[in-house]
């Protein structure tokens, strides 16, 4: 390349390309990408009608820049965590919100194996009890709403709303509903020496102007609201006896301490297996598969009552909704593994499953009819 085609001009760093004067970058930023009064086709001086159309090229030329400079700012920022992927950073906190060794304690477990296996991260099932389930609620409704934190709660989630005052959250709106696991059937039984051996004799006897009673697993609970209830509806009133949890309560209904008792099939099957309880009759509008010859209350003749015993997984309010879709597929799937099936009928349960939609639906109807017999009953919390 000659000489006089292209030269190097050290001074102020300028530096000229067939006669055209270019300045370096930060210059041209500040003042315009040519020297001033310099015509850019070469030939001296442009004329000043040129300027205008040059000022709109840098300006144009100035926005491209910016347009980048923003854009390459924003490829730079985080992205929202419900847009990573998840799960991916920490295990899954499951909150079981019973002691060990009930019914929920056992969802969880039965469901936490399955649970890591389908989603690639460790599910670790945390047991904070107390208030009938509402501690370990209101630890649930104050995680943070990062898909990292879920409970399995139990038909006492919708009793506590009204049954204990000033709950520290909201059940409706603090808490989000992924899915409803199952339902069982609560039993009512007397020991195997007792003068009732169908329900229509209990009926009768009450209705006779006899004292009988009926313990459950404490006052508030699904039992004793279910007998309340069918009272309401023209069955037999029994006098109420709360117990501190199904182990009591089964030692004394054996022992014929107590001439009834209500209980899950969970707390009750077994003592019904060794024949030391007689079932008298469930309180769901289906026969137990597990107890396939007990009648129900409906067919003992308060058609359409049903109560069920019930499990349920939430979220803290504001989890996002691509994450409770996530975790209600997982679940949906996990339910449907024969393995988990077979572990939660030995629990009594029979699965139902479905979508957040559903599962809110249930529960709040669930809040809406025992809200009502605790005001009307004015039962109190022990």
């Not at 943070?144 to 038909?155: K, L, M, R």
Request: hydrophobic fraction near 45%; glycine fraction near 10%; aromatic fraction near 6%.
């Amino acid at each position: 390349m000659a000489a006089g085609r292209a030269t190097a001009i050290s001074r102020c760093g300028w530096s000229s390309w067939e006669g055209r004067t270019i300045r370096p970058l930060s210059a041209a930023l500040a003042t315009g990408f040519f020297s001033p009064g310099e015509n850019p086709d070469g030939g001296g001086r442009r004329p000043d009608a040129v300027a205008p159309i040059l000022a709109l090229k840098f300006k144009h030329w100035l926005g491209v820049l910016a347009l980048f400079s923003g854009l390459a700012t924003l490829a730079a920022l985080p992205l929202p965590a419900s847009a990573q992927a998840w799960p991916s950073r920490q295990p899954i906190r499951l909150i079981a919100v019973f002691p060990p060794g009930g019914s929920v304690d056992q969802v969880a477990r039965i469901l936490a194996q399955p649970l890591s296996q389908q989603l690639g991260q460790s599910v670790v099932v945390e047991n904070k009890g107390g208030a009938s389930g509402s501690m370990g609620t209101a630890a649930l409704a104050a995680a943070a709403p990062d898909g990292y934190t879920f409970g399995i709660v139990f038909d006492t989630h919708a009793v506590n709303p009204t049954l204990i005052p000033n709950l520290p959250f909201d059940t409706r709106k603090d808490l989000a509903p992924l899915v409803l696991l199952g339902t069982s059937a609560m039993v009512l039984a007397t020991h195997a020496g007792s003068e009732y051996k169908t329900f229509a004799d209990v009926v009768a006897a009450a209705k006779g102007g006899k004292n009988v009673s009926n313990g459950s697993i404490g006052s508030g609970s699904l039992g004793h609201l279910a007998m309340a209830l069918l009272a309401r509806s023209g069955g037999p009133a029994l006098q109420h006896i709360p117990y501190k949890g199904g182990g009591p309560l089964m030692n004394d209904a054996v022992a014929g301490h107590v001439p009834l008792s209500i209980g899950s099939v969970f707390v009750t099957k077994p003592h019904i297996d060794n024949k030391r309880l007689r079932p008298l009759a469930v309180i769901t509008s289906k026969r137990a598969a597990e107890l396939p010859d007990v009648p129900t209350v409906a067919e003992s003749g308060y058609p359409g009552f049903d109560a069920p015993a019930w499990w349920a997984v939430l979220a803290p309010a504001r989890t996002p909704p691509e994450i409770v879709r996530r975790m209600n597929e997982e679940l949906n799937k996990a339910l449907k593994l024969p393995d988990v099936a077979a572990r939660l009928a030995g629990q009594g349960i029979s699965v139902i499953g479905g979508t957040p939609e559903a599962a809110r639906t249930f529960i709040d109807r669930q809040i809406d009819t025992w809200a009502q017999v605790v005001k009307e009953n004015n039962i109190k919390a022990d």
